[in-house]
């Protein structure tokens, strides 16, 4: 068995007491992470996908069990499983409803926060701890406002940077020595992540390989597709529910050869736009620098003794998040521009990050004075990066309050709303509530409702039905 061995890193000069005050140092810029991003997720409401769990599934989870429970845990969104996520609102929906959302976002800021200190573990050994602590930082404040939302996107997407390195951390501590550990440690943080884990498993499966351990990757890879089939399986033998809501159910990849330039240009796009975020230009001279960069640390560190394929693995994972999700948006009526999504652009530039780092490591190897330019950049991207969240977390916050308002406001015409034929859309046009599952939802006390007669005027202007009195606007029962 070939053995890969940790290769010689300005970071083995860091032991004991120095080690740990980084490691302080890096929890402490973690928490500085959690109160921004807690505090500027005040104002924020359920939008967008969130709204597939109080409508559809809603649905499922009232039809005769367990037909309707499996259809609520394993009916895909958009193409993806969520089935974590479902479990999580399921628990949310039993003690809050729709009343309050802060609690929801406990999860998923968490996830956030334990991705960075990740990627810091996985880089402090490697790299000088201080650039360690950079990387980390920059992830944290990376993800236009994801942080700050309970879409199920962004969490599956947080869930599946997590499994990447927690399967990295699992692989250099336990294979050889505990690989069934190892084994169930990837397994589970990838299946939590769904389509997103499939990164993960591909993370896992080149680490493995490239120590040799080919019988331990197949059989990582086999068994994270056999329990993904066998839940397909499960929702086909118990349900006659459709295997995708929210967008068709079209196939993940087509042969035909017409779509090939729409393929093309969804990964240089995605690739492209997510170094742009990475490096706070879009310049193109220093984006293609950048890509030079991220293949040289790949191929440097992939070719000499001893090796690390870390930075070779998380780079053509990066390529290979893109590619799978190009193989179903080329094509569609999106095609290439669904490239640019926050979230798409957070999980692969979380990927590229190790590679970065490696050259800011390298150049500080070169000549100490490259550390001056190298710190005005990294200042500039958190910069950027935090400045852009920030705006994106206060226009969601806008719309997210306005479907709070939408939603309260309908709770207290609850006695009108028999005219709404269609049922009414939330205010961010993204969901359609019906009103035999709003009133579900009200008979459980689950839906916030404040009696404003003017929001009840405009609610029945925006939605076409009769304007009630003030009478009809109460929320009484």
């Known amino acids: 068995m070939t053995m890969m061995h940790r290769p010689r890193e300005p970071a083995d000069h860091f032991r004991g007491e120095d080690l740990r005050r980084y490691r302080l140092i890096m929890f402490g810029v973690a928490a500085v992470a959690a109160v921004v991003v807690v505090w500027n997720a005040l104002d924020q409401y359920f939008l967008v996908d969130s709204w597939d769990y109080w409508t559809t599934r809603q649905d499922y989870l009232a039809e ?85 939302v309970a879409t199920a996107t962004f969490v599956m997407v947080m869930m599946g940077i997590a499994a990447i390195w927690l399967a ?34 591909f993370v896992a499966c080149f680490l493995l390989v490239s120590r040799g351990r080919h019988r331990l990757a197949a059989g990582l890879g086999l068994t994270f597709t056999g329990l993904l089939a066998g839940a397909r399986l499960l929702l086909l033998l118990f ?17 035909d050869p017409r779509i090939l330039p729409d393929y093309v240009r969804y990964l240089w796009k995605g690739l492209t736009m997510t170094t742009e975020g990475l490096i706070a230009t879009g310049w193109t001279p220093l984006v293609i620098l950048a890509f ?77 004075l490259f550390a001056i330019p190298l710190t005005l950049g990294i200042a500039w991207s958190m910069y950027f990066n935090a400045s852009e969240m920030l705006r994106v977390t206060e226009l969601r916050g806008e719309i997210g309050q306005a479907n709070r308002v939408t939603i309260e406001t309908a709770a207290s015409l609850r006695g009108n709303l028999d005219s709404l034929e269609a049922g009414f859309l939330v205010a961010d046009g993204s969901w359609r509530f019906t009103v035999p599952q709003f009133e579900r939802l009200l008979e459980r006390g689950k839906v916030p409702c404040v009696a404003d007669y003017d929001n009840a005027i405009r609610f029945a202007d925006e939605q076409y039905m009769p304007r009630p009195s003030p009478e009809d606007v109460r929320c009484d029962g």
């Open 64 to 148: 005769a069990w367990p037909k309707g429970l499996i259809k609520a845990l394993f009916v895909a969104f958009a193409g993806v499983v969520e089935t974590p996520i479902v479990l999580v609102l399921m628990a949310g929906d039993a003690l809050f409803g729709l009343r309050v959302y802060w609690p929801y976002l406990i999860p998923v800021v968490a996830l956030h926060l334990a991705s960075g200190i990740l990627l810091f573990e996985v880089l402090v050994r490697r790299i000088r701890p201080a650039i360690a602590v950079a990387a980390g930082a920059l992830y944290l404040v990376m993800g236009h406002a994801g942080p700050a």
């Open 168 to 201: 990295v951390l699992a692989i250099e501590r336990w294979e050889g020595t505990h690989d069934r550990r190892l084994m169930s440690v990837v397994l589970v943080a990838s299946l939590l992540s769904s389509l997103a884990g499939l990164a993960a498993i």
């Open 292 to 368: 030079a960069g991220v293949g040289w640390a790949a191929a440097t560190t992939f070719r000499r003794s001893p090796r690390d394929p870390l930075y070779a693995a998380t780079a053509a994972a990066a390529i290979f998040w893109y590619a799978l999700l190009g193989a179903r948006a080329a094509g569609a009526a999106t095609g290439p521009v669904s490239a640019g999504k926050p979230h798409y652009m957070m999980y692969a530039a979380a990927l590229l990050l190790p590679s970065l780092a490696w050259i800011a490591d390298r150049l500080v190897d070169r000549h100490l």
């Open 239 to 255: 349900s006659n529910a459709p295997g995708s809501v929210g967008t068709p159910d079209r196939a993940w990849i087509s042969l």
